[in-house]
């Protein structure tokens, strides 16, 4: 399959979102890929429960049954609106199947607290832009977005390294035609992605598949790429975790934490 450079993944149709066929997954060409439905989730949420004062401190995206490439609705709830917290959830819907979740907790915006608190370092990696052009995909599924892999020293890599992996995103494609994706919703779609960064062995085929992906936010990202640092992987009796920190130009913002199964390995 050939990637259309700049297609929306999905244009709308009534209150339904019909998917074009690079929205594939690379376990099946007939399957969705997960990232999106973070997407997708993201997006409803910030649409109908977004606000000005609010941060989206976290998301929690269920993935917990595969869908094929036809139209979905998304379905939204708001559970609390508190004066300084807001939570709310969403459903995907692939006719009259729920096929993800979404749970988020909005946090109002404020002054911060006086005093110094230990935090994460900011990453020394060099940018997207000090690396040049992304390198081709080497596999038989064309990533829609770029990816620039680095080893610990920043020197461009790929799936063989054997240390902490990191790696810059950048989606090439819009989620919803007519729409620019927000920080938030970019975020949330890159998400997917600390799965196989953090998941993956040596130089070898994955053998986990994501069954959610619980992302936590300080601030938004400051530009399209967005950083991950692969910095925990456990796995026993075919179920892994794994831990990611998010970075940016700026430093890190958030990170996510995913849990995989076992599946046959991806060719």
């Known amino acids: 399959m050939v990637?259309?450079?700049?297609?929306?993944?999905?244009?709308?149709?009534?209150?339904?979102?019909?998917?074009?066929p690079h929205a594939s997954s690379p376990w099946s060409p007939q399957m969705m890929h997960g990232r999106l439905f973070g997407g997708l989730l993201a997006r409803s949420l910030e649409i109908e429960h977004g606000a000005e004062d609010f941060q989206?401190?976290?998301?929690?995206?269920?993935?917990?049954r595969s869908a094929q490439l036809e139209p979905v609705r998304v379905e939204t709830q708001r559970v609390r609106d508190g004066r300084r917290i807001r939570v709310a959830d969403a459903t995907i819907y692939s006719g009259e199947k729920a096929v993800a979740r979404g749970s988020a907790v909005l946090l109002r915006r404020g002054e911060q607290p006086q005093g110094e608190v230990p935090t994460t370092?900011?990453?020394?990696?060099?940018?997207?832009?000090?690396?040049?052009?992304?390198p081709a995909s080497a596999g038989q599924w064309e990533p829609p977005f770029n990816i620039w892999m680095l080893d610990e020293s920043g020197v461009p890599t790929?799936?063989?390294?054997?240390g902490a992996r990191r790696a810059?995103?950048?989606d090439t494609h819009?989620?919803?035609?007519?729409?620019?994706?927000?920080?938030?919703?970019r975020t949330a779609t890159a998400a997917d992605f600390a799965s196989p960064l953090a998941n993956m062995p040596k130089g070898g085929a994955l053998g986990f598949i994501n069954a959610d992906y619980t992302l936590?936010?300080?601030?938004?990202?400051?530009?399209?790429?967005?950083?991950?640092?692969?910095?925990g992987?456990?796995?026993h009796d075919g179920v892994a975790t794994a831990s990611t920190t998010f970075q940016d130009a700026e430093g890190p913002f958030g990170y996510c934490n995913v849990t995989a199964v076992a599946t046959p390995p991806m060719a």
């Open 158 to 162: 790929d799936w063989s390294n054997a």
């Open 233 to 235: 992987h456990l796995s």
């Open 174 to 185: 819009d989620l919803v035609e007519g729409e620019t994706m927000t920080p938030f919703v």
């Open 121 to 134: 370092p900011p990453w020394s990696m060099p940018t997207p832009a000090e690396l040049g052009p992304p």
């Open 3 to 20: 990637d259309i450079a700049g297609e929306p993944f999905f244009r709308p149709d009534g209150n339904l979102l019909v998917p074009a």
């Open 168 to 170: 810059w995103l950048r």
């Open 56 to 64: 989206f401190a976290r998301l929690t995206v269920d993935l917990f």
């Open 216 to 231: 936590t936010l300080s601030r938004m990202p400051s530009t399209p790429e967005i950083g991950m640092e692969a910095t």
